[in-house]
T-cell receptor
Framework: NAGVMQNPRHLVRRRGQEARLRCSPMKGHSHVYWYRQLPEEGLKFMVYLQKENIIDESGMPKERFSAEFPKEGPSILRIQQVVRGDSAAYFC????????????FGPGTRLLVL | QKEVEQDPGPLSVPEGAIVSLNCTYSNSAFQYFMWYRQYSRKGPELLMYTYSSGNKEDGRFTAQVDKSSKYISLFIRDSQPSDSATYLCAMSSNYGGATNKLIFGTGTLLAVQP
């Protein structure tokens, strides 16, 4: 029974490069949430997606960040032209269709921007 | 003022002690209350989930919600060294079109000494 899968687990990028983070939800889950955990800070909501739809992106920075959850394949969080301040742990969570409040988290991707 | 306040600790207790972890919140629209456990460099693990006010028990864990005081608690009985982790409270609402995005406390670091 696979849980939420995220890859890569660790990602190193130089300033100005692009980072792509992938998330495969638990089987049967159709809702995906992305959160960011900065050092010494709590988890902060970024974006909520269902298949092919962005439902709530109120936590996403206005520039350089985008997310998608295509009909086939994993959800992708994309960060263009990364800066040092993007260094953080990025967590994906998924929930079943009728219980969005119960979210199960993946192991996270730790992004380091040099 | 943060929407969710949580004492960061650290909290150190001897093995076998009863642990009390707490959060306060300001948004009266919150309906769902969760406790997550996060081991170092891992993803948050859902421990307890409560809807509205009341108590919920699961093994050594008891969650309490007092909506009138905007205060939630997690009790751990017979604490074990393996309980040593950061405990995160989280809350959400789908009232008025809200999307159940989780609002987290900053987490309390617990150390159970053998």
């Amino acid at each position: 029974n696979a849980g939420v899968m995220q890859n890569p687990r660790h990602l190193v990028r130089r300033r100005g490069q692009e980072a792509r983070l992938r998330c495969s939800p638990m089987k049967g889950h159709s809702h995906v949430y992305w959160y960011r955990q900065l050092p010494e800070e709590g988890l902060k909501f970024m974006v909520y997606l269902q298949k092919e739809n962005i439902i709530d992106e109120s936590g996403m920075p206005k520039e350089r960040f985008s997310a998608e959850f295509p009909k086939e394949g994993p959800s992708i969080l994309r960060i263009q032209q990364v800066v040092r301040g993007d260094s953080a742990a990025y967590f994906c969570a998924s929930s079943p269709p009728n219980s969005q409040e119960t979210q199960y988290f993946g192991p996270g991707t730790r992004l380091l921007v040099l | 003022q943060k929407e969710v306040e949580q004492d960061p600790g650290p909290l150190s207790v001897p093995e076998g002690a009863i642990v009390s972890l707490n959060c306060t919140y300001s948004n009266s629209a919150f309906q769902y209350f969760m406790w997550y456990r996060q081991y170092s460099r891992k993803g948050p693990e859902l421990l307890m989930y409560t809807y509205s006010s009341g108590n919920k028990e699961d093994g050594r864990f008891t969650a309490q919600v007092d909506k009138s005081s905007k205060y939630i608690s997690l009790f751990i009985r017979d604490s074990q060294p393996s309980d040593s982790a950061t405990y995160l409270c989280a809350m959400s609402s789908n009232y008025g079109g809200a999307t159940n995005k989780l609002i987290f406390g900053t987490g309390t670091l617990l150390a159970v000494q053998p």
